[in-house]
């Protein structure tokens, strides 16, 4: 049995329910540009766990994305919703952090949109790096954000867990060489994360502190995260 010193969480899909939301913002653009309305089916599982450019290049791929992006975020800013944590998710942080274990988010969100939900759905507290998009070069599937959040946590890749609800986090996870990582069903791509043969599966996040009481052993932090 290995020791488990930290914890790596994908946000939306895993931690944060916001597939209805996506969809919805996917389908406004396409309508202002004229482009053909995607299907939810369509959008996910498809689009889970991309970049919000390498989403609107892969359902247009015959156009330029950044102009979608800008449409995008100007909807979603004129329009903010009220998306939730899936249940148990800070209960969840609260035992991982009484473990005395490095948590951090690694996300295809801007920093500013990360940064903006992390403090407004009460994560703050129970984060000790956070790593988005606009850090990094090379998203996820490639193990960029994975190695910088590792850097800034102090904690070697075999002794860290990755948990997300796409394939692009099996990947990175596994091209980052981590201990193991673990896909939740709860989120946008649904029993179609198997295909990417996690290490785990867990229904959502409320069953993965049980999972690491279970299953890793635990080794306890003696340094403080700068």
Same mark, same amino acid.
């Given at each position: 049995?290995?020791?488990?010193?930290?914890?790596?969480?994908?946000?939306?899909?895993?931690?944060?329910?916001?597939?209805?939301?996506?969809?919805?913002?996917?389908?406004?653009?396409?309508?202002?540009?004229?482009?053909?309305?995607?299907?939810?089916?369509?959008?996910?599982?498809?689009?889970?766990?991309?970049?919000?450019?390498?989403?609107?290049?892969?359902?247009?791929?015959?156009?330029?994305?950044?102009?979608?992006?800008?449409?995008?975020?100007?909807?979603?800013?004129?329009?903010?919703?009220?998306?939730?944590?899936?249940?148990?998710?800070?209960?969840?942080?609260?035992?991982?952090?009484?473990?005395?274990?490095?948590?951090?988010?690694?996300?295809?969100?801007?920093?500013?949109? /990360?940064?903006?939900?992390?403090?407004? #759905?009460?994560?703050?507290?129970?984060?000790? !790096?956070?790593? +988005?998009?606009? *850090? %990094?070069?090379?998203?996820?599937?490639?193990?960029?954000?994975?190695? /910088?959040?590792?850097?800034?946590?102090? #904690?070697?890749?075999?002794?860290?867990?990755? !948990?997300?609800? +796409?394939?692009? *986090? %099996?990947?990175?996870?596994?091209?980052?060489?981590?201990?193991?990582?673990?896909?939740?069903?709860?989120?946008?791509?649904?029993?179609?994360?198997?295909?990417?043969?996690?290490?785990?599966?867990? *229904?959502?996040?409320?069953?993965?502190?049980?999972?690491?009481?279970?299953?890793?052993?635990?080794?306890?932090?003696?340094?403080?995260?700068?």
């Amino acid at each position: 049995m290995r020791n488990v010193e930290a914890v790596l969480l994908d946000l939306d899909g895993t931690l944060y329910d916001t597939k209805n939301q996506i969809i919805a913002l996917v389908q406004e653009t396409a309508k202002k540009h004229g482009l053909p309305v995607p299907s939810m089916e369509s959008i996910f599982p498809r689009t889970a766990g991309m970049t919000l450019a390498n989403t609107f290049h892969t359902l247009f791929p015959k156009n330029d994305p950044e102009p979608l992006c800008e449409t995008y975020r100007g909807i979603e800013t004129e329009n903010p919703q009220s998306n939730s944590l899936f249940p148990k998710t800070i209960e969840t942080l609260k035992q991982i952090k009484a473990m005395r274990m490095g948590i951090g988010i690694v996300t295809s969100r801007s920093r500013r949109s /990360l940064e903006k939900v992390v403090k407004e #759905t009460g994560l703050e507290p129970y984060t000790d !790096v956070l790593v +988005s998009r606009d *850090d %990094i070069k090379n998203p996820k599937p490639d193990p960029e954000q994975i190695f /910088l959040a590792l850097n800034r946590l102090h #904690t070697p890749n075999i002794n860290t867990v990755m !948990v997300g609800d +796409s394939q692009t *986090d %099996i990947l990175a996870a596994r091209n980052a060489g981590l201990f193991a990582s673990i896909g939740v069903l709860c989120g946008h791509e649904g029993e179609v994360i198997t295909r990417s043969s996690p290490d785990y599966v867990l *229904d959502s996040i409320a069953d993965l502190a049980p999972l690491i009481l279970t299953t890793f052993r635990v080794f306890v932090l003696s340094y403080r995260i700068a």
